[in-house]
Each structure stands twice: as structure tokens, then as C-alpha cells.
């Protein structure tokens, strides 16, 4: 099997058509939340993608939060604002459709959630959540999203050393058998680890890698979108820092 893997969309409609554009011929795609949020387009992104055949998606926090089922007090100002003017902007099908996501799912043994576990909205950012998340499931692979960072962590056998790797700029996992991991494949709209270009992965469980890709976008156009939106200005700003 092959699987797609994309996290943290954001409502980037040209960051995502580049993404869809660039992956390979994949048998299924995994989505590990956020569709919406922040930027621009988040009807157009939704249904680009839940109309797809053979297509998994888990709940992020902006997800529940445009569908009115997440605390807006645990958004700070301008995610706030954002989340605001995306409630607005979707049919009530579409954020029906938000509100229904699951909190995890399985994919050819997988545990996929948006953030971590054992609280799925809580965020991996070291060896010391990540080693929370791996006592909180049996899964020999995790996959993540919410932090907007390529990454992933190993954990040895029989052991509690955890490494960090980072995927700055892409790179190839190799998911040998007895050894757990946790993969962030970064976000597709809106990436925090210094490189602005959209992030995603191609999973190939007969080859047992994943491949996590990088790939370039109109970034001006997007952010001419946001400006007209009235979005906030930072939210725009940062997409061309990667930040």
C-alpha cells in the first residue's frame, strides 16, 4: 500500500493544489487534521479533499474549533480571529463535516492523531512528549501533525532513549521492524520549521519507508488573499519566513 500524508492544510489552497499536484500515485490519502484555520480558502480546501476517494482524516483543534466544538480561549489573538472568519466562511455541511472527524484512526497498523496521546490536541515538541505519546499506545508507528514541524522520533527497543530527527528539508525513514516512531510530516499551508516550502510524505509499506517531501508554492498570491480577507497580518507575514 501507499499512503499520502499530509497535516495542518490551514485553508492554503495554492500550498495544497502543489502538494496534490506533487505526490505520486497513492492508493490512499491520510490527513492528520487542521483543514481549516488561518488562511484563505478553507471551503475550497475541505472539499478538494473529502471528495477524494479513499481519503482519512483526523480532527485538528482548528477543525473542532470552526465547527464550534473546541474552547476558542486556547487560541491566541490572531488564531482566534482567523478561526472567526473561517465559522463564517464554510456551509453548515462543512463544518458538519469538520464536527465529525474522528479523534484517531488506524492505517495498515498506524495510529494516527492530530497531536499527540494521550491527549490528542496536546503538542510533540521533544523526547519527553514523545515519550508520553509511545507509553500511551502500542502502535510501532505514530503519525502526527499540530506542531507544523517535519520531524520524527525513534525509540529503541527495550529501552527509554529517544532520538529527534528533523526533516527540515525532507529526508527517508526507515521503518525497521522492532523499532517505534513517531512521524511529523510537517504542515502543507502554513510550515514553522524555517523552510516555507509546503510539507508532506509518501508511505510505501512494502518498502517499509516514508518519505517526507518538500515542495515550492505561490506564497505572494496566498498572501494577497489574506490581505483582502481582512485576516491578520501576521498570519499572512510568516508564510513567507516559514515561521
Known sequence: MVYGLISDVHGNLEALHSVLAALPRVERLLCLG???GYG??????????????????????????????YDLDWFNPAARAAIL???????????????????TAQASGALLVHGSLPEPMEYITGCREARRCFEATDAALCLVGHTHVAEHYRLRPGTRFCERLSLWSGGLISLKEGLRQIVNVGAVGQPRDGN????????????????????????EAVQAK?????LPRALAERLAWGR
Not at 482524516?57 to 470552526?66: F, T
Not at 489574506?226 to 481582512?230: C, H, I, T
Open 196 to 219: 516555507p516550502q509546503a510539507s508532506f510524505g509518501v508511505w510505501d509499506t512494502e518498502a517499509g519507508v516514508i518519505e517526507v517531501r518538500r515542495v515550492a508554492y505561490d506564497v
Open 85 to 103: 472568519w473561517t465559522q463564517e466562511a464554510l456551509s453548515a455541511d462543512q463544518r458538519s463535516y469538520l464536527a465529525s472527524l474522528p479523534m
Open 226 to 230: 489574506m490581505r483582502q480577507a481582512g
Open 34 to 36: 487542521d483543514i481549516v
Open 40 to 69: 484563505p480558502n478553507p471551503g475550497e480546501c475541505l472539499d478538494a479533499l473529502r471528495d477524494r476517494p479513499n481519503f482519512t482524516c483526523v480532527a485538528g483543534n482548528h477543525d473542532l474549533a470552526a465547527a464550534g466544538r
